[in-house]
């Protein structure tokens, strides 16, 4: 893969919001910012189409909205959990899992590549407290 200023711009705010997925919108818009670097829009959707196919970015969806990305872990998790704010739009991941074990049951009746994704919503305490 080539290194381009529009590549190392988006590689640079998807470190700099490591575990937040973003959509390719809050990426451009974020690497509007970035001193010294010209990036559009087209580039930012190809760069992560690019560092996905490379296992550097995974691509979440979410219900009603575009997909968003993130930072690829050493370890990719089968699932993934999201809080996402009504107000304003803010995705954060979180790590505890309640459904992995109804997975594994799946599994064990002879279910193959089992995995979920789950999105709950409300409004972060930054919301409430404005």
């Known amino acids: 893969m080539r290194i381009t ?3 190392l711009a988006v590689a640079k705010i ?3 919001h ?10 451009h818009q974020k690497t509007l910012s970035l001193k ?10 190809r760069a992560l189409s690019k560092f996905k196919d490379l296992g550097l970015a995974t691509k979440s969806s979410f219900q009603g909205e575009a997909a968003r990305y993130k930072l690829a872990g050493l370890n990719p ?22 459904v992995s074990k109804k997975e594994r049951l799946l599994e064990a009746a ?3 590549n089992v995995s979920h994704h ?11 407290n404005s």
Request: with cysteine.
């Open 5 to 7: 200023k529009p590549r």
């Open 110 to 112: 002879g279910y193959k």
């Open 77 to 98: 998790p089968r699932h993934e959990h999201f809080f996402k704010c009504r107000q304003c739009q803010n995705v954060e991941s979180f790590n505890e899992c309640f």
């Open 36 to 45: 010294g670097i010209s990036c559009d829009q087209v580039s930012v959707y």
């Open 118 to 128: 789950l999105e709950i919503s409300g409004v972060c305490p930054k919301c409430v």
């Open 18 to 27: 490591a575990g937040c997925p973003l959509s390719p919108e809050e990426i």
């Open 14 to 16: 998807l470190i700099e």
